[in-house]
């Protein structure tokens, strides 16, 4: 305000000076040149006031501490950041199983730094639940390049497997936590714990084979693992739907054969529950059991 009265009562000399001068006289020549000095001059005056208002008003130059707020819920936070005219944006969220749950782990301006009044603090919360993921199928795929995948996804692999027969060496069979195995496209936790079931080919005894008739896929696969058996050829009568269930309606070997530990038993599925119930075991024409 001081400065505004300078420049007014500067301005205002200015003016009694250039009419003591008679600048204004039209008929002088010089009356152009004194126009444009006045005008620059008065310009420079509101310019500067401008100025002046401005930084008073937008509080320039005038700044905070900014509170740690790290390791506290956005209730607690928000009204520490508010008495010192600050205030709270949450914009993202991330997981830790190192913190405490719905915590803030992260903010900006960073804690101790300065901001101006009226800014926002941009924070971002541990969530509140555990991030969950689809286990993919990992049916057939090596090892190695299962355990990299679920690794990716966040998932716990134990360095120990489970091995059983299979027709082919080290390819996942199944995928297995402490609650049984885990079939793809269920829902898992991130950071759940899996052991993986790996084939070491053919084994040397003979092993009865299981009816699977009437099961879905993932019972069926399930089933022939636990004796020793793997999934071969699957064929669809038609194509899968999601929401549409599948049975398995006829099995090549038929149940009560004898085959060597690891080999594969085909399956032939249909939503028609029918096929399923009678259990019909001709084999279709001109189709590869493997």
Not at 191 to 216: A, H, I, N, Q
Request: net charge negative; charged share 25%; aromatic share 8%.
């Amino acid at each position: 305000m001081h400065m505004c009265k300078y420049f007014c009562n500067f301005a205002h000399s200015i003016w009694h000076f250039m009419v003591k001068k008679n600048v204004f006289d039209r008929s002088d020549l010089k009356f152009v040149g004194w126009n444009i000095v006045f005008a620059a001059l008065v310009g420079a005056v509101i310019l500067v006031g401008l100025i002046i208002w401005l930084r008073g008003y937008t509080q320039h130059g005038v700044e905070v501490e900014v509170e740690d707020v790290r390791g506290m819920v956005s209730a607690e936070a928000e009204p520490i950041l508010n008495a010192q005219g600050l205030h709270l944006q949450v914009v993202d969220s991330t997981y830790s199983d190192k913190v405490p749950f719905g915590t803030i782990v992260e903010q900006d301006p960073k804690p101790m730094s300065h901001a101006k009044h009226g800014r926002a603090v941009y924070v971002t919360i541990n969530a509140t639940t555990k991030r969950h993921i689809t286990m993919p199928d990992l049916h057939d795929m090596s090892y190695r390049q299962a355990q990299t995948t679920l690794r990716g996804l966040g998932i716990q692999v134990d360095t120990v497997y489970d091995y059983e027969p299979s027709e082919f060496r080290d390819l996942v069979l199944d995928v297995k936590a402490d609650t049984g195995s885990i079939q793809p496209g269920t829902r898992i936790p991130v950071g759940t714990k899996v052991r993986l079931v790996v084939g070491f080919g053919k084994g040397t005894e003979y092993v009865k084979v299981p009816g699977v008739v009437g099961l879905t896929l993932r019972d069926a696969r399930s089933l022939l693992l636990t004796n020793r058996l793997t999934v071969g050829a699957v064929h669809h009568d038609e194509p899968e739907e999601e929401g549409v269930t599948q049975y398995v309606y006829l099995q090549i070997p038929d149940a009560g054969e004898r085959l060597l530990e690891g080999e594969t038993v085909a399956l032939y599925l249909s939503s028609d529950i029918e096929k399923a119930v009678k259990g019909n075991t001709n084999e279709p024409e001109d189709e590869s059991w493997f």
